[in-house]
């Protein structure tokens, strides 16, 4: 079973920068094209970054351009999520998801393309 786990979480100030981690194991990471999801409470989950297999293409909401960064370690089987100049509008538990990708190109926006999700890391930013 193909395993998803999130850290690098926390409370943070307006302003201030946090990265995020996802580990994969029990799976090909080579294989997979992978997103990074956020929910708020009472709030849909929403589309943040998106990243395809080879890593050289990259997808970001508007809200989030030009203050974080999707990346790919394919040597650890890890992703990061790096987020500057974070905004109280932010606070969410943020979701790394993966699912295998046919070509090295694909990326994917829709939370219903992917096959695995992680438990989700808080981030809190305050004002």
């Known amino acids: 079973q193909v395993q998803l786990v999130e850290s690098g979480g926390g409370l943070v100030q307006a302003g201030g920068s946090l990265r995020l981690f996802c580990a994969v194991s029990g799976g090909a990471f080579s294989s997979y094209a992978q997103g990074w999801f956020r929910q708020a409470p009472g709030k849909e989950r929403e589309f943040v970054a998106s990243?395809?297999?080879?890593?050289?293409?990259?997808q970001y909401t508007d809200a989030v351009k030009g203050r974080f960064t999707i990346s790919r370690n394919a040597a650890e089987n890890t992703m990061h999520l790096q987020m500057y100049n974070l905004k109280p509008e932010d606070t969410a538990v943020y979701f790394c998801a993966a699912r295998v990708a046919r070509r090295s190109h694909d990326y994917y926006n829709n939370p219903t393309s992917y096959e695995f999700w992680g438990q989700g890391t808080q981030v809190t930013v305050s004002s």
């Open positions: 990243i395809s297999r080879s890593g050289d293409f990259t």
